[in-house]
């Protein structure tokens, strides 16, 4: 039985060169955010970015102020329908019973209902997922939801009503509520220990829209073969993100800059004048883009300018 | 599969027709129009995305059952034309902005594609029927040692506490004794104990409720949850358990009550210690795999029995809701002895009948 073993990461490998969209992400964003591959059963296979620690955090907030606000609702229903003749000891048997029938049910009821959200998820863009990319059972999202209940509720609870016995038993409460909650900072999938058990990672889900394509008709510029040569699939990707920022004067010069570095290095005869630079950007972008597909088409795909190809 | 490969075929056509029209381009003045492979592609396929897009926005704001019949027959059509577009999009595309678009149109469509078709109700139905009963039957081992755990505890509470009293005191927390102690004579046990009045449905429902934070459940939760501490906390709680309930059966044998006391438990003991016991062998479940995980790593032994723990736990709970409405309603209500035991071997036969009768359903 081997109690401490080391396992191979099940992220791509170090040594796999990376590819042109990620070189270009990781360029664009230097911090990026950890990754799952999920195959689909079409054998597709799909990339998740796991949500981070605050965002995680956030969601879970927005949920607990959701709870505290139905519990109030539901309580003080109750005492109207009870009238006040309540007594003391039934009234505080209410509460705890309403509070653990809303807070269980309410992550369970959504994450089901929702399919793996819940309306604080929902605000900031997460989503359970299984980590396999299976459908997300029923018992995986009962697992992780029974969990929290004494990762999180039942010793935050017990600090708070005092119900520990003496202030070692509230350090101890403390010290177990910072370690299961630092759990996600160190686990290799941001997971907490109910994900663990459940087999489920957390995910965040962009809801990107489809931009315009760049490419136009007509193009009052015309390049050669040799000018569009100087740059790969990197440079091409690079500049669509520049051409793709809001028009704004810090747009404007930095058309200019990379106008000017393009003329350079391939040779324009004449000088570009500043208003034209996102004209002439587009009528390049586009010719390069046209080249590079042909090229790849013959099987000379280039990545960047530091390649050659013979 | 007509979603997926019509536009495939489609795909050169505009292209081809373009040169038709105009047979000898060289003679033209002004240069040909730009026409792009990867714009093509975009073009015939992008009211197909949009489409699929304006499906999915609806089925996560609304659910799968908004959609109308037409369009889940539709859904999954263009969830694979989506597919196959970013398989070849990944391929050639240079465009990034239009793979992120795909991508992220995929894994969306995908969730919704591949959704869990079993609604709340039917879970809730398939774990009583199934789900339950097999987590019992696949942790039969862990169920036993943590039923040995109590056990031993039990007989050695009770040698400790027929010798010496004193232990009474040490064993039993203050809060659960209740004022019960060696100062107790027999009188005060049968009349405020074991044959005390019905106090009536108000208090019994106090009862019900705060069984939520009563001792015994939270035992059960921690029994389950330090399992993650590899299982030897989990075997410490439940000899504890054993411990406290062997030093008070010997604080009612020495008063001549063991009989007595032993009916007055067990109307829901038998449910409650099952509870505990379940919650017990969910820990060492974990533990074990933890600790062991074979050929797997960590993770994945444990995300792999995961379900079968958290069915433990799940029926661990309802066992204690009923353990606590069996106490609440009746346990006060049943004032003889011989009933009281009925009552308890009752539950406890349909537990184990519940549990371990074999059954169609496991078997497939």
Same mark, same amino acid.
């Given at each position: 039985m081997a109690l401490f073993r080391r396992t191979l990461p099940a992220s791509a490998p170090a040594d796999q060169p990376l590819s042109v969209h990620d070189r270009t992400a990781a360029f664009l964003m230097p911090v990026r955010r950890r990754r799952l591959d999920i195959v689909t059963p079409e054998g597709v296979q799909l990339h998740v970015e796991l949500g981070d620690f605050g965002e995680r955090a956030a969601a879970f907030l927005i949920d607990v102020v959701l709870i505290i606000v139905i519990n109030i609702v539901l309580i003080a229903a109750a005492v109207l329908v009870a009238g006040v003749s309540l007594r003391a000891r039934l009234a505080i048997s209410l509460t705890i019973l309403i509070g653990f029938l809303v807070r269980s049910l309410y992550f369970v009821r959504f994450e089901l209902a929702w399919r793996g959200v819940t309306p604080g998820k929902r605000l900031i863009g997460l989503r359970v997922i299984d980590r396999r990319g299976g459908p997300l059972l029923p018992s995986a999202v009962i697992t992780r939801n029974v969990t929290r209940e004494v990762e999180t509720f039942l010793p935050l609870l017990a600090l708070l009503g005092a119900r520990a016995s003496g202030t070692w038993g509230a350090i101890g409460l403390f010290l177990w509520l910072l370690l299961l909650a630092g759990v996600p900072l160190v686990t290799r999938n941001r997971t907490r220990v109910g994900d663990l058990l459940a087999g489920t990672v957390v995910i965040t889900v962009p809801r990107r829209v489809l931009s315009a394509d760049l490419i136009e008709i007509r193009s009052e510029y015309s390049f050669t073969d040799r000018q569009l040569r100087a740059y790969g699939a990197f440079e091409l990707q690079i500049l669509e993100e520049v051409l793709r920022r809001p028009a704004s004067a810090e747009t404007s010069s930095l058309y200019t800059d990379v106008c000017g570095r393009i003329c350079s290095r391939i040779e324009w005869p004449e000088p570009v004048p500043p208003h034209a630079c996102g004209q002439f950007l587009r009528a390049f972008y586009m010719a390069q883009r046209a080249h590079l597909e042909r090229e790849q088409l013959f099987g000379r795909a280039k990545e960047s300018k530091e390649e050659l190809i013979l | 599969m007509v979603g997926a490969s019509g536009p495939v075929t489609r795909m050169r056509a505009p292209h081809d027709g373009g040169h038709r029209q105009s =047979?000898? =381009?060289? *003679?033209?003045s002004e240069p040909a129009p730009l026409t792009l492979k990867s714009s093509t592609f975009r073009q015939q396929r992008e009211a197909n995305w949009q489409a699929l897009e304006t499906l999915v926005a609806r089925a996560d704001r609304r659910?799968?059952?908004? *959609?109308s019949a037409e369009d889940l027959a539709r859904l999954p059509l263009l969830y694979r034309a989506a597919l196959s577009s970013l398989s070849v999009a990944r391929a050639i595309a240079l465009d990034r902005h239009l793979l992120l678009y795909l991508e992220d149109l995929a894994l969306r469509a995908f969730f919704v594609v591949y959704a869990p078709r079993r609604s709340w109700l039917a879970s809730c139905g398939h774990f009583l029927r199934v789900g339950f009963p097999a987590a019992a039957k696949a942790a039969r081992w862990h169920i036993l040692a943590a039923l040995v755990c109590v056990l031993a505890g039990t007989a050695a509470g009770f040698v400790l506490a027929s010798h010496d009293e004193a232990w009474v005191t040490a064993l039993i927390p203050a809060g659960m004794a209740a004022g019960r102690g060696p100062g107790s004579t027999r009188q005060d046990l049968l009349q405020h104990e074991i044959f005390a009045p019905w106090p009536g449905w108000s208090d019994s429902f106090g009862v019900f409720a705060t069984f939520l934070f009563e001792h015994n459940t939270m035992v059960g939760i921690y029994c389950l949850s330090l399992g993650i501490a590899g299982g030897l906390p989990t075997a410490a709680l439940m000899l504890y358990q054993g411990l406290i309930f062997g030093a008070f059966l010997a604080l009612h044998a020495d008063r001549g009550l063991l009989i007595d006391c032993l009916g007055w438990v067990s109307i829901h003991g038998v449910t409650e210690f099952g509870a505990i016991i379940i919650c017990g062998a969910g820990g060492f479940l974990m533990g074990e795999k933890l600790l062991a995980p074979g050929r797997y790593t960590r993770a994945d032994s444990l995300a792999m029995h995961g379900e079968t723990i958290s069915r433990l736990a799940v029926g661990g709970m309802l066992l204690f809701l009923l353990a606590a409405c069996l106490e609440g309603g009746l346990r006060q209500l049943v004032a003889s002895t011989p009933w009281r035991f009925v009552i308890g071997f009752g539950t406890g036969a349909a537990w184990i009948t519940y549990l371990a009768a074999p059954r169609r359903s496991l078997a497939r």
């Open positions: - | =047979p000898w =381009p060289f *003679l033209m659910g799968v059952t908004a *959609l």
